[in-house]
């Protein structure tokens, strides 16, 4: 490293320590020359102001409605088209039953995304969330990426504002991450072409934050895409953010490649995962928390996330979705009971605390 890139490293890490924001330019370059020890240090210093030592997670489960998807995108491994072998609808009972089950676990949140279904209206799912809320009236309901609910209005021609005031008056509480990919339109064109585009995603989640229900944003990383588009994402997320500040979370979202187009590419390595969380805590300084999805790393680099920013830890009980179980995740039954979870925090010196949707603090351990 010469003389030249030190300075630049040590001015990013006074703008940081300054709670200053840093450029795009400075988030390239902690991608391109940073150190993992010196993204570690900064990344946690930003955490340790949003968040003190605490780590959160909550008592969810996963329902996938349908794997039935009118879309293609190239790294999906789970969706099918009507009729298709390995295609799956579940009935409205289906999912109450669900819901019942999950009862009993002491569950505060069910997640509920899937497939693009070309027969599905609003109607249908505002129905879903009012029979979910009549059944379990203190249950959150998490629910339906930009993606499908910009599918859902359009069949039931409605604007996105009515939709989503419909499905909050339903009982709607929360909306995932969910597909939002990569911005960048070039790069969306060759791994999900046909599919929501990314200025409507981001007018979805505008809107969402303006009928007041709270959201997550992903990014799907490690495939086709340079880091030039990473930032791009980072910074129209950021650039919302500073708008209606209605996003709760940020996830990042590794490319996983079995039984999917884009397979032959391969994964990125472990470093480059810990890296990527570091400079996405590190960039967005407006976003309160930086979660790790462990049923789709694993347990291990989960716990080494916690060193690099990550201050959220999502999937307990059981986690159930067959997104990264058919893409290739390394626990093909995630399942981490409480204890699992609390020991994994500690042993990073981090104190857990159970939350609910809102990250209100449930119980500190
Ligand atoms: O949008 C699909 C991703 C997302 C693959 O909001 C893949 O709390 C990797 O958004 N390899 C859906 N990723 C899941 C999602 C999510 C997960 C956990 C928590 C939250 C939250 C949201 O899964 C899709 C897409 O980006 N995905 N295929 C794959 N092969
Ligand atoms: Fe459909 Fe989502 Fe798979 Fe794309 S990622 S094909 S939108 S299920």
């Given at each position: 490293?010469?003389?030249?890139?030190?300075?630049?490293?040590?001015?990013?890490?006074?703008?940081?320590?300054?709670?200053?924001?840093?450029?795009?330019?400075?988030?390239?370059?902690?991608?391109?020359?940073?150190?993992?020890?010196?993204?570690?240090?900064?990344?946690?210093?930003?955490?340790?102001?949003?968040?003190?030592?605490?780590?959160?997670?909550?008592?969810?489960?996963?329902?996938?409605?349908?794997?039935?998807?009118?879309?293609?995108?190239?790294?999906?491994?789970?969706?099918?088209?009507?009729?298709?072998?390995?295609?799956?609808?579940?009935?409205?009972?289906?999912?109450?039953?669900?819901?019942?089950?999950?009862?009993?676990?002491?569950?505060?949140?069910?997640?509920?995304?899937?497939?693009?279904?070309?027969?599905?209206?609003?109607?249908?799912?505002?129905?879903?969330?009012?029979?979910?809320?009549?059944?379990?009236?203190?249950?959150?309901?998490?629910?339906?990426?930009?993606?499908?609910?910009?599918?859902?209005?359009?069949?039931?021609?409605?604007?996105?504002?009515?939709?989503?005031?419909?499905?909050?008056?339903?009982?709607?509480?929360?909306?995932?991450?969910?597909?939002?990919?990569?911005?960048?339109?070039?790069?969306?064109?060759?791994?999900?072409?046909?599919?929501?585009?990314?200025?409507?995603?981001?007018?979805?989640?505008e809107t969402a934050h303006k009928v007041g229900i709270p959201t997550n944003a992903t990014m799907l990383y490690g495939h086709i895409e340079k880091y030039e588009h990473r930032i791009d994402h980072l910074n129209r997320l950021r650039l919302l953010q500073d708008r209606t500040g209605g996003f709760q979370v940020f996830i990042p979202l590794k490319y996983r490649k079995e039984n999917n187009a884009l397979g032959i590419i391969g994964e990125v390595s472990t470093i480059e995962d810990l890296r990527n969380y570091a400079v996405s805590r590190i960039y967005l300084d407006n976003f309160p928390h930086l979660k790790a999805y462990w049923p789709m790393i694993g347990k291990e680099i989960a716990g080494l996330s916690l060193s690099f920013g990550v201050d959220d830890l999502d999937g307990t009980i059981e986690d159930t979705t067959r997104i990264y179980s058919m893409a290739g995740a390394e626990d093909q039954n995630p399942a981490m009971t409480t204890e699992g979870l609390v020991t994994l925090i500690r042993s990073s010196g981090l104190e857990p605390v159970e939350r609910d949707t809102l990250y209100n603090t449930l119980k500190s351990y």
């Open positions: 490293m010469t003389g030249i890139l030190d300075k630049r490293l040590k001015d990013i890490e006074q703008t940081v320590s300054e709670g200053r924001r840093i450029s795009s330019e400075d988030g390239l370059y902690l991608y391109e020359n940073a150190e993992l020890g010196y993204l570690s240090r900064l990344a946690c210093l930003v955490k340790e102001r949003k968040s003190g030592k605490h780590v959160y997670f909550n008592h969810n489960f996963h329902i996938e409605p349908t794997n039935i998807c009118i879309h293609s995108c190239k790294f999906c491994s789970y969706s099918r088209k009507v009729n298709q072998e390995g295609a799956w609808e579940m009935s409205l009972e289906d999912i109450l039953k669900e819901i019942n089950k999950f009862r009993d676990l002491k569950a505060t949140e069910v997640h509920i995304v899937g497939g693009v279904h070309p027969h599905r209206t609003l109607d249908y799912y505002e129905d879903m969330i009012r029979q979910i809320r009549a059944l379990n009236p203190t249950l959150f309901i998490k629910a339906f990426t930009a993606v499908e609910l910009d599918f859902m209005f359009r069949k039931s021609q409605v604007s996105v504002e009515e939709g989503l005031s419909r499905l909050k008056k339903a009982g709607l509480d929360a909306i995932p991450g969910g597909g939002a990919e990569l911005f960048d339109e070039e790069l969306r064109k060759m791994i999900c072409p046909d599919k929501t585009g990314s200025e409507l995603w981001l007018s979805i989640h």
